[in-house]
């Protein structure tokens, strides 16, 4: 069955950097794409970005750009997100999700259980 | 970017009745590329429906979607207890509307 563990939940001061692990199992990880979406307390969906599994092509939320960075390990079929100058305001549950596009991001299936961040000084 | 409006903002009903939900968008949205994911307290959000009006896997045909352009609706026909959440639209891609809240009377 198809399975996104993400890593354990994380405390920062601001200004540092963040990375969140997604590991995939019980599909071919290189035929999807993983999504990556995040959201503040008591608050709605933000949608950060997307990285194709197949070939690591990112697109990123315009708001984030130059923030955040995305990549995959295929020979372990996990996913990672990095979001660096850590403010108050990225204090979140971030979600990895499998996006069913390589090429482009698209819908998304499955979801990691999702990891709590919290920036704090 | 494209925004998405959800209306209303919260929608108090009791089982049985009928939902409807309303998302627009600022501008024409291709209707292949408009997603509805419901959340319940304290888990991920599920795919509901994507392209506009197909449901995704094991979604019941109470779920259904419509629209094209700039209005999409995402209809529940008859509200079972365990629709109670809050749903979201999404053009693929990119941000999500700020939800609609459908909340037990």
């Known amino acids: 069955q198809v399975q996104l563990v993400q890593s354990g939940a994380e405390v920062k001061k601001p200004g540092a950097s963040v990375k969140v692990s997604c590991k995939a199992s019980?599909?071919?990880?290189?035929?999807?794409?993983i999504s990556w979406v995040r959201q503040a307390p008591g608050q709605g969906l933000e949608w950060m970005g997307w990285i194709s599994a197949y070939n690591g092509n990112t697109n990123y939320a315009q708001k984030l750009q130059g923030r955040v960075t995305m990549t995959t390990d295929t020979s372990t079929s996990t996913a990672y997100m990095e979001l660096r100058s850590l403010r108050s305001d990225d204090t979140a549950v971030y979600y990895c999700?499998?996006?069913?596009?390589?090429?482009?991001?698209?819908?998304?299936?499955?979801w990691g259980q999702g990891t709590l961040v919290t920036v704090s000084s | 970017e494209i925004v998405l409006t959800q209306s209303p903002g919260t929608l108090s009903l009791s089982p049985g009745e009928r939902a409807t939900l309303s998302c627009r968008a600022s501008q024409s949205v291709s209707s292949s590329y408009l997603a509805w994911y419901q959340q319940k307290p304290g888990q991920a959000p599920r795919l509901l429906i994507y392209?506009?009006?197909s449901r995704a896997t094991g979604i019941p045909d109470r779920f259904s979607g419509s629209g094209s352009g700039t209005d999409f609706t995402l209809t529940i026909s008859r509200l079972e207890p365990e629709d109670f959440a809050v749903y979201y639209c999404q053009q693929y891609g990119s941000q999500f509307g700020q939800g609609t809240k459908v909340e037990i009377k």
């Open positions: 999700a499998r996006d069913l596009c390589t090429s482009c991001p698209q819908k998304v299936d499955y």
């Open positions: 019980g599909y071919t990880f290189t035929s999807y794409g």
């Open positions: 392209g506009a009006s």
